[in-house]
C-alpha cells in the first residue's frame, strides 16, 4: 500500500469521526460565501447606495466585519476539532508508529489528510453557497427591504476569497498542529486510558461564590437598566456573570454531585452510576460547558436585538413624526409655499387626504453661565426654537398623540426621541422644572423669567431644542421682535396622511424631484460662483440678491419614508448579519459537543464493557447514557436560557424594544435543534457503546 492509498483509505475508514467536522467546516464556507456574495454583487451595491450613503457604507462594513468574524470563528473551531481528532485517532497514530512508520511521515500523512478534507470541503460549501443562491438574495432583498428584486450572479471575487481563506486555515492548522506532533506525545495519549481518574474535588465556600457572582452579575444589570448612567455596571455585570457561569460548573456543580452521593437513594437502581458518571463528566468537560453557555447567551441576546430593532413596529418610530417636513426662512417662505402646495397636489392625486400647516418659530436662550442651569438635572441646550400651543395641539393630534398643557409662564420643551421620553416619565414633573431667565431674538431681548418644564411629550422635527408657549406669550413675543426690528422669521411647513408608507413610488418620484432641484440649484450657485470670482466678496445684500434672483432657492427638507427606508435597510442588514453568524456559533457548539462525545468513545466503551461484564443490562446502561447525554446537550442550553431571561428583562427596562416576542421563537427554535441534534447522536452513540460492550451482538 502507498502513501496516497493509505490516505485515501484513513478517510474513507475514519468517514464517521471525519463527519461532523467535514459537515461544520462546508457549512462555515457556505455563510462566509454568502457575505461574499452580499458584500460583491454589484445591484445590491447600488441599491443601497442610491437609498442611503449611510447604509451603503454600513452594509460594506458589516459584511466585511462579519467575514473576518467567520474567519477567526472557523480558524478556533478547527484548532480545537483538530486536537480532539488527535485524542480520537490517538490509537490509530500508536499502531502506525508501532509498524515502524516515521515520524515525519506520520505528520506529513496527518497534514495531507486534514488539509484534502478541508479542500474538499470548501469547494463543498462554495457549490452549495452557488445551489441556493437564488434563495438567499430573494431573501436578502425580502429582509433588506430592497424595492427590486436581485439578479443571480456568482461573483468570482467571492469564489477566489472563500477558497483562499478556508484553504488557507486548513493549510495553516494542519501545518502548526502536525509540526509539533512527537511520537512520545501519541504513546502518552494511548496511556491515557490506563491512568485511574481521582474523583473531583470541589469546596463548599467556591461553589457559593459561583452562584453569588451570578446573582451580582444579574443585579449588576438589571441596575444599569434602571439607572443607565454608566456603562461600568453593565461591563461589570458582564464580567460577574462570566465568572459566575464557570465557577458554578467547575465548583457548583461538582459540589451538588458529591452532596447527592451521600443520600441513601444514590445506592438505588442505576443512580449510583448516573450520578458517578455525571460527577466526572462535570469535572472533564467544565470549560467546554461554560463556552458553550457564553456564546450561545451572545448569540441570543444578539439575534433577539437585532430582530427587534429590525422589526416594522420599531422603524416606523424613528424619523420625524410627519410624513414631509420643509424647513423655511424669511427668505424662502414663499418658494416653499408653492413648493409644499405642489407636493401636496400629487400626494392628493393618488387618492390621499393630506394634512399641511405653517408653523412660526421664535428663538429663545437662556444665558450658558446661568446658575439656574447648574440645578437643571435634564438640561441639554441653552437655545430653543419655539412654537406656539395651537400649533403644537395640532401636530400631536395629527400624529395621534396627547398633547400636555402649558401655563402661561412655562416653556415646554419637547422630547425629540423616545430615550429622551423614558429619562423624563421616570421622574415626576415637579423634578423636571427649573426656574429661569430667557432671552428672545437675534438681539437677545431679555423677557424675564419663566418655568422651563422638559416634558415627556415627544415631537421629532428635526430641533433638538423644539419647545412651546400658550399662544398669548407667542403673540406678545412676536410684537416685541418686530418692534424691535428684528423681523427675520423662520418655520416650518408639514405634510402628513396616514398612508405615508403604502406608496413607496409616490415617496420615491416626491424625493426624486427634491433632490434634483436641489442638484440643480447646486450646480447654479457653483456657476454663479465661478463666474463672480473675487468679486463675491465686495458684492451687498442688494447685489447678491439681484445676482441670484432667477435662482431657486435650496429646499431643506425631510422625508418620513426615506428615514423609515433606512432604517429598515440598515437594522435589515444587522439582522442578517447578526442571524447568519448565530447559526455559525450554534453550529460550531454543537460540533464542539459532538467531537467531544466521540473523542472518548475508546474509553466510554471500556466503561461500559466493564458494566456489560458485572452483569449490567443493556436496558440499565442505556438509562445511564441517555442521563448523560441530557446533561452534556441540554445543561449549557438551559444556563443560556436564563442568561437570556435576565438580558430581555433587562433590556425591557432599558429601552422600548419588542424583545419578549422574539424570545420564545429564538429560543423554542434552539431547543428543537437541540432535541434533534440529541436524539441522532443519542442512537449513534448506544450502538457504539453497545458494540465496544458486546461485541458478540455486532
Not at 467575514?67 to 480558524?75: C, T, Y
Not at 432583498?141 to 427590486?148: I, S, T
Not at 410684537?479 to 422669521?489: I, P
Request: hydrophobic content about 45%; charged content about 20%.
Amino acid at each position: 500500500m502507498n502513501f496516497r492509498q493509505l490516505i485515501i483509505r484513513n478517510l474513507r475508514g475514519n468517514f464517521r469521526t471525519y463527519a461532523a467536522y467535514f459537515i461544520s467546516s462546508t457549512f462555515a464556507a457556505t455563510v462566509f460565501y454568502i457575505f461574499s456574495l452580499l458584500l460583491f454583487h454589484p445591484q445590491l451595491k447600488k441599491d443601497l447606495s442610491s437609498s442611503s450613503g449611510t447604509i451603503s457604507a454600513l452594509s460594506k462594513m458589516g459584511l466585511t466585519t462579519a467575514l473576518v468574524v467567520i474567519a477567526i470563528l472557523s480558524l478556533l473551531f478547527l484548532w480545537y476539532t483538530f486536537v480532539v481528532f488527535l485524542k480520537r485517532r490517538k490509537r490509530d497514530l500508536a499502531i502506525y508508529l508501532i509498524l515502524g512508520i516515521k515520524e515525519k511521515d506520520l505528520r506529513r500523512l496527518l497534514f495531507v489528510e486534514n488539509a484534502l478534507l478541508g479542500t474538499i470541503a470548501t469547494i463543498c460549501g462554495i457549490l452549495l453557497g452557488i445551489l441556493s443562491t437564488k434563495l438567499l438574495l430573494l431573501i436578502a432583498q425580502n429582509v433588506m427591504h430592497l424595492d427590486h428584486g436581485l439578479n443571480f450572479i456568482v461573483p468570482p471575487l467571492a469564489i477566489l476569497l472563500t477558497g483562499i481563506v478556508y484553504v488557507g486555515i486548513f493549510l495553516v492548522i494542519s501545518l502548526m498542529a502536525t509540526s509539533t506532533l512527537q511520537g512520545d506525545q501519541i504513546v502518552s495519549l494511548i496511556k491515557e486510558n490506563e491512568k485511574p481518574r481521582p474523583e473531583p474535588k470541589s469546596h463548599w465556600g467556591l461553589a457559593l461564590l459561583g452562584i453569588l457572582l451570578l446573582l451580582a452579575g444579574y443585579g449588576s444589570v438589571f441596575y444599569f437598566s434602571v439607572q443607565s448612567t454608566t456603562l461600568l455596571s453593565l461591563l461589570l455585570g458582564v464580567v460577574l456573570t462570566v465568572a459566575g457561569t464557570m465557577l458554578s460548573f467547575h465548583q457548583f456543580s461538582v459540589f451538588i454531585l458529591k452532596r447527592l452521593k451521600k443520600r441513601t437513594s444514590f445506592l438505588q437502581g442505576t443512580k449510583m452510576l448516573t450520578i458517578s458518571e455525571w460527577l466526572f463528566r462535570m469535572r472533564d468537560n467544565a470549560a467546554m460547558y461554560s463556552l458553550i453557555t457564553l456564546s450561545t447567551s451572545v448569540a441570543f441576546v444578539g439575534i433577539a436585538v437585532m430582530m427587534a430593532i429590525g422589526s416594522t413596529s420599531f422603524s416606523s418610530i424613528q424619523g420625524i413624526s410627519v410624513a414631509y417636513f420643509f424647513s423655511h426662512s424669511t427668505a424662502d417662505a414663499p418658494v416653499i409655499e408653492d413648493k409644499v402646495a405642489e407636493i401636496n397636489q400629487m400626494i392628493e392625486a393618488e387618492g390621499y387626504q393630506t394634512k399641511t400647516a405653517t408653523v412660526d418659530l421664535i428663538s429663545v436662550y437662556i444665558q450658558p453661565d446661568s446658575p439656574e442651569l447648574a440645578e437643571d438635572a435634564f438640561f441639554s441646550s441653552n437655545g430653543f426654537s419655539v412654537m406656539k400651543e395651537s400649533d403644537y395641539q395640532t401636530l400631536m393630534t395629527q400624529i395621534g398623540e396627547e398633547a400636555e398643557p402649558i401655563e402661561h409662564d412655562q416653556l415646554l420643551e419637547l422630547s425629540p426621541n423616545y430615550s429622551r421620553r423614558k429619562e423624563l416619565l421616570s421622574v415626576p414633573q415637579s423634578q423636571r422644572e427649573t426656574r429661569l431667565s430667557v432671552e428672545i431674538g437675534i438681539n437677545s431681548i431679555k423677557k424675564g423669567e419663566m418655568t422651563v418644564v422638559h416634558s415627556p411629550s415627544m415631537l421629532s422635527l428635526n430641533y433638538y431644542g423644539l419647545a412651546v408657549v400658550t399662544d398669548q406669550t407667542f403673540e406678545d413675543w412676536q410684537t416685541t421682535l418686530v418692534k424691535s426690528g428684528d423681523t427675520d422669521n423662520y418655520g416650518f411647513t408639514w405634510i402628513d396622511y396616514p398612508e405615508w408608507a403604502d406608496n413607496p413610488e409616490l415617496v420615491s418620484r416626491i424625493n426624486t424631484q427634491l433632490d434634483q432641484e436641489n442638484a440643480d440649484q447646486e450646480e447654479q450657485m457653483g456657476a454663479l460662483y465661478d463666474a463672480l470670482g473675487d468679486r463675491v466678496d465686495e458684492m451687498t445684500d442688494e447685489d447678491w440678491a439681484e445676482a441670484t434672483a432667477a435662482i431657486s432657492p435650496y429646499v431643506t427638507y425631510e422625508s418620513k419614508y426615506r428615514t423609515f427606508q433606512e432604517n429598515r435597510q440598515g437594522n435589515g442588514i444587522i439582522l442578517m448579519i447578526t442571524i447568519l453568524l448565530g447559526a455559525v456559533f450554534f453550529i460550531f457548539s454543537a460540533s464542539i459537543v459532538y467531537f467531544r462525545l466521540f473523542a472518548d468513545l475508546d474509553k466510554d466503551g471500556a466503561y461500559h464493557r466493564s458494566l456489560h461484564i458485572l452483569g449490567v443490562t443493556p436496558k440499565e446502561r442505556h438509562t445511564v447514557i441517555r442521563r448523560q447525554l441530557q446533561v452534556m446537550y441540554f445543561l449549557p442550553t438551559l444556563i443560556a436560557l436564563l442568561h437570556f431571561v435576565v438580558a430581555m428583562a433587562a433590556l425591557n427596562i432599558l429601552v422600548e424594544l419588542p424583545v419578549w416576542q422574539f424570545y420564545s421563537k429564538i429560543g423554542g427554535m434552539y431547543v428543537i435543534f437541540q432535541i434533534i441534534f440529541y436524539l441522532v447522536c443519542l442512537l449513534r452513540y448506544q450502538k457504539d457503546i453497545d458494540r465496544y460492550a458486546d461485541p458478540s451482538d455486532i
